[in-house]
């Protein structure tokens, strides 16, 4: 029954990271570690590799940098065949910063980019390719994305850059399945090439859904974190994509006890999940940021106050 | 852009009765009465009506009979155009209870049946809508039914019962989309006159992406409940729905309101949502009571030990 093409990109430590500027603590770090190998998940992403000299590594934890000495510590001493992958944003890294694949403890490198910076992210693509990283791109705000200009981003993909995964990214949590099945479906007719992947967000409760319908289209690749931890509402929960998916090779058990060990505990510190403010901004196809910003004001729960303030924005 | 024949069955008090035996009070009942009534919903089930030579006044809340005297007490002096629900179980209803409609302020009746006891659900709808009511079924534990079964029980619904409304009831939260899929279309190719519903629940985050699949493949009764609020995951968010159909008859800001003010204290009393015990029974198409009785105890963390309780009872 199952599809053995199929990989899953556990991205805990990089998304969850958003919402304590990547300050995990190394044990807790390894203990995620720890369960995604014995799960047997695919990939592990663990942070961005953003350039010291752009952000201060005072304000930020090291999964904002992904040293490779970090790496290397994280992963020593643990029996594993999950890859490693960092996150790479258009205009924040240092490519410099990045050795030689054989250098390094890094397998995977992901770019991030917006449609418009699709020359900037085939440039850096390329780059680490030759370096001799797997590299894929994460098209962000696919929501807002205009189907021209997504055409051409995608015909651009194909043709000139060297990524083996292309990700669509539902940034805002905005989309529905047959929305979802459009653009996993454009994708595969443009990116003959290479494999389709999705990154899904739970504003709408809709992460793991639009995971299930990516993958029902062909796509091969799925990103999910533990327990849903990541920006805002989060994201497709490892633990519901395990249950998913047949592949005989994946264990949900070490996926439940970090959560019960270790992702129960950090609920009292971080919030993450379904809120309504994340819901409303879902609803409008806008960016989380100003639900966050509520969420940690004296009016979180005046939702009728916070949904007006958003529609009442009229543009023309 | 909406479909007009949607309709929208909000069942907060309903289902989210069986977290508290039925018991909310009448302030909180009129409260989620008058803000579905702004909102626009257009049918409100309060409870189900049992008969009380089963069931103990002193066990259960009000919502767990539903006399007419209490339902007029909820929605006196407040303008409406929702329409009142009740539900009735198979085996626990005293017809003589129920009085001709001209002489209640209940205006719909659904019978919540399994597979099995059909012939008793559709001798009940049949006596209701003689009395005129409207009519509905509930088919329960629908991912459990046997695909002959299933069959032979819509032939007699089609040929034999007066209910003009079959709702699709996922009970352990164990759907994907693809099956939903199977059973909205099996259910539109027996049912030529009937209109088909679904009742979604949430263990696996899937109550709303189910409701939009049935949706898609034409269903035009949905279940809803405010915040999700309901047995175990709890059911489709209201507020979801409201921002995916976009009939500008529907207005999401009463049921913001009504969150912010009631439903946010609620959860510090009841606890419904994503919890992984449940997710667990989603995942293996099981009941929630076992899940519901270890989130009662003190090793409601202890996942793993509840997976393995649950996938060691290997049955021949």
Not at 79 to 91: G, L, Q, Y
Not at 101 to 110: C, F, Y
Not at 132 to 148: H, K, P, Q, W
């Amino acid at each position: 029954m199952f599809r053995e093409k199929i990989k899953v990109l556990d991205c805990t430590i990089r998304d969850g990271g958003l919402m304590n500027n990547h300050n995990f603590d190394m044990r807790f770090v390894r203990e995620v570690y720890k369960a995604l190998s014995e799960a047997g998940i695919d990939y592990m992403e663990v942070g961005y590799k953003n350039s010291q000299r752009l952000f201060s590594s005072k304000e930020y934890g090291k999964w904002k940098f992904c040293n490779d000495q970090d790496i290397r510590e994280m992963i020593q001493g643990i029996e594993s065949a999950t890859k490693i992958s960092v996150m790479v944003d258009v205009d924040r890294v240092d490519v410099d910063d990045v050795l030689p694949k054989q250098d390094s403890p890094v397998d995977m490198i992901r770019v991030a980019t917006y449609v418009k910076d699709v020359d900037k992210a085939i440039y850096l693509v390329n780059h680490f390719a030759d370096k001799g990283y797997e590299t894929a791109v994460n098209i962000m705000a696919i929501s807002r994305a205009l189907d021209n200009e997504l055409t051409e981003c995608l015909q651009q993909l194909e043709k000139e850059c060297k990524a083996r995964i292309i990700n669509i990214v539902d940034s805002f949590g905005s989309l529905y399945q047959e929305t979802t099945e459009f653009l996993i479906k454009k994708a595969k007719s443009i990116l003959k090439t290479k494999e389709i992947g999705m990154h899904a967000h739970n504003n709408q409760q809709l992460a793991f859904a639009n995971t299930i319908e990516a993958i029902i289209h062909d796509a091969n690749y799925v990103d999910t974190t533990i327990f849903g931890l990541g920006r805002a509402a989060g994201n497709c929960p490892t633990e519901l994509i395990l249950g998913f998916l047949k592949n005989p090779k994946y264990d949900i058990r070490p996926i439940l006890d970090v959560i019960s060990k270790e992702f129960i505990p950090l609920q009292k510190k971080i919030e993450w999940g379904y809120f309504i403010p994340y819901a409303i901004t879902g609803i409008l196809d806008e960016h989380p940021r100003t639900a966050i910003a509520l969420r940690e004001s004296d009016r979180k729960e005046n939702y009728r106050e916070f949904y007006e303030s958003l529609v009442g924005e009229v543009e023309e």
